[in-house]
């Protein structure tokens, strides 16, 4: 259990005490900041603690978004600060250190942060919280919106505030807040305004966001075995299933900002479900087709290529830009200024085709008609989004007037996947290529590779010498830093070239199952792909070396399929991909679930992509 020291002399008819423990903390008093020193160091190392002031006014909402967050050590709002145990120390020296200045007593000393409507008056935890800002700690400072929290300096403030308490709705501000403030159009109007409600019921029940999550999976798996009876009724089934896994897969999201229940295995889960949920039922399709007798394996692999490539350019674009100081770029300007006409954003945002609006396209197609449809016209749909986001996204880079930092271009090395044939060849070249010079090489090398690999017949040795060529090019794209203007598109074109080529062989093997093995081989690489982007986004850094180094990279492994195609018949190519599946999978599954279980990965709730 947590622990709050309230400081102070207690007000009459205060419901703060109250309210800390349905937050669930246990209560002390503390009448001046000599005794909150005191029960401070008394409290046990691996609790969280919360120093507040007894003259608190406020929601019990902005109490949680101060002092329940998990993920921040240290957070703060006026009248109250916390500390989670790794940064107890921090908090610790700041009250000794305020305790000292004031003479232990609990009025006296710096001014504190207080809302502007009531006036500054003197606080412990805002004392503390003056010294942490002081030490250089960082203290998180949640946006309370209309919500109240403040100190009131005497009762006729204390009426006050307490009257501007009353005056907002609480607990419509936190279902509010449950909502993400930038969605997509299908998502805002057609699941946000009753998922919400859902969330709400799923906390005062005890649910948690990882199980309303790992329902989202079971539902969407369900959908996807739907699909696959290929029946009329399976499909139309499917369809349903695939909306309801979309209503879960928001309601975990909201549940979790509703309840602030973050936590590590929740970053994970949520990380790379949607992906799974989504390819799983792109196989369901074309499983269901087969049974038709309609072979559409190749356009659900298709379709899970561009996907993953289309959030590829969106990682790496956000990476290559995380550490700008100003947007500098007019195509970024005129962007902004159609923001500010109102039904240009609805139309923007959809016809990128999110998350929302997809699935929902999806679910419609696939109940309404067969999934070579379906599957065409969501590669149609995904093609024109990207070519948009895309063409947009390089005019701002090249119209932008600003320098990649040291950490934009550790991202986008650790995104690129570049193995150990890509390394030791790095080693030999002295100098990088200039500017654009970068993606250009890169992109050449892989249309080298896709084109030998699509455009000869099976068994040739033309592919293993397009795949030389690109284990060469590869490693002269990422000889020096990744800094320049469009470098950021080197991930994805190495992502494009790699699924691709497996694509083209085993389209071009003609042998039942070639397809559906290239399918997992895809997806298995493509999910360690995600994982290296949601750590570098907590954070954490890329997954480990050896990892990348005994799965070849991306240009070990694109050599490797090309070899085995050229070595085997194509019933034996369809076997040996069935293997590197299975085995890839393994491997990057089992480092993926230890550390995002482990305490050091980070404590963060995905907020879901844009596509």
Same mark, same amino acid.
């Given at each position: ?25 246990? #209560? ?30 406020? &929601? ?90 403040? #100190? ?20 419509? #501000?936190?279902?509010?807040?449950? =909502? ?130 289309? &959030? ?14 100003? /947007? ?12 500010? =006409? ?81 390394? +030791? ?22 249309? =080298? ?62 042998? /039942? ?15 360690? &792909?995600?994982?290296? =982007?949601?750590?570098?986004?907590? /954070? ?30 194509? +019933? ?32 963060? &709730? ?6």
């Amino acid at each position: 259990m947590s622990t709050a020291i309230v400081t102070g002399q207690p007000v009459p008819g205060s419901s703060l005490e109250n309210d800390l423990r349905s937050l669930g903390f246990d #209560v002390r008093a503390a009448a001046d900041a000599s005794e909150a020193e005191v029960l401070l160091a008394a409290v046990p190392a691996d609790r969280r603690v919360a120093l507040v002031d007894a003259r608190f006014v406020g &929601h019990p909402h902005a109490l949680r978004l101060g002092l329940t967050d998990p993920r921040f050590p240290l957070a703060a709002v006026p009248g109250a600060v916390t500390a989670q145990p790794a940064a107890r120390q921090a908090l610790t020296r700041a009250l000794a250190r305020e305790t000292s200045a004031g003479g232990g007593t609990a009025h006296g000393g710096a001014p504190a942060r207080a809302k502007s409507s009531v006036g500054d008056v003197d606080s412990v935890a805002d004392r503390v919280v003056t010294a942490l800002d002081a030490d250089g700690s960082e203290v998180h400072r949640p946006e309370l919106g209309s919500l109240v929290a403040a #100190v009131p300096a005497d009762p006729q403030a204390r009426n006050e505030a307490r009257q501007a308490v009353a005056a907002v709705d609480d607990e419509a #501000v936190r279902l509010k807040s449950a =909502v993400k403030s930038r969605d997509g159009f299908f998502t805002t109007f057609f699941i946000s305004p009753y998922s919400r409600y859902i969330a709400r019921w799923c906390a005062r029940r005890g649910l948690t966001p990882n199980q309303v999550t790992t329902a989202s999976l079971l539902t969407a798996l369900i959908a996807a075995g739907c699909a696959a009876t290929g029946t009329r009724g399976g499909f139309i089934a499917a369809g349903l299933l695939l909306i309801a896994s979309f209503v879960l897969d928001c309601t975990d999201g909201q549940l979790a900002r509703y309840a602030l229940k973050y936590s590590t295995l929740g970053a994970w889960l949520d990380a790379t479900f949607d992906r799974a949920k989504e390819y799983a039922y792109y196989a369901g399709l074309a499983l269901g087709a087969a049974r038709g007798g309609d072979d559409v394996w190749a356009l659900a692999l298709g379709a899970m290529i561009l996907q993953t490539c289309r &959030h590829v350019v969106d990682f790496s674009f956000n990476e290559a830009n995380h550490d700008a100081a100003a /947007n500098t770029s007019p195509t970024a300007a005129l962007s902004d200024r159609l923001d500010s =006409v109102g039904w240009t954003v609805w139309v923007r945002r959809m016809i990128v085709l999110p998350i929302g609006e997809r699935w929902a396209m999806i679910a419609v197609l696939t109940a309404a008609t067969t999934p070579r449809i379906t599957f065409y016209v969501l590669l149609i749909g995904c093609a024109f989004a990207a070519t948009y986001t895309t063409a947009g996204r390089v005019l701002r880079s090249l119209t932008r007037k600003a320098r990649r930092t040291d950490r934009a271009a550790r991202a986008l090395a650790d995104l690129a996947d570049s193995g150990p044939l890509a390394e +030791s060849l790095t080693r030999l070249v002295k100098r990088g290529l200039p500017g654009l010079a970068v993606p250009a090489v890169a992109l050449l090398g892989g249309a =080298v590779v896709v084109a030998c690999s699509a455009l000869t017949g099976f068994g040739g040795v033309l592919p293993v010498i397009g795949a030389a060529v690109y284990v060469l090019t590869s490693a002269l794209a990422v000889a020096r830093p990744l800094k320049g203007a469009l470098d950021w598109l080197v991930p994805p074109v190495f992502r494009a070239a790699e699924y691709g080529t497996v694509l083209a062989l085993a389209s071009k093997a003609g042998v /039942n199952g070639a397809l559906p093995a290239a399918f997992g081989l895809v997806a298995a690489v493509a999910y360690h &792909h995600y994982d290296t =982007v949601y750590r570098i986004r907590g /954070n954490a850094g890329a997954p480990p070396a050896w990892l990348v180094r005994v799965i070849g990279g991306h240009e070990g492994r694109t050599l490797l399929v090309t070899v085995l195609a050229a070595a085997l018949t194509a +019933s034996q190519f369809k076997v040996a991909l069935t293997v590197l599946a299975v085995a890839v999978a393994l491997l990057v599954l089992v480092e993926s679930i230890r550390f995002w279980v482990s305490a050091g990965a980070p404590a963060v &709730h995905d907020e879901g992509e844009p596509a």
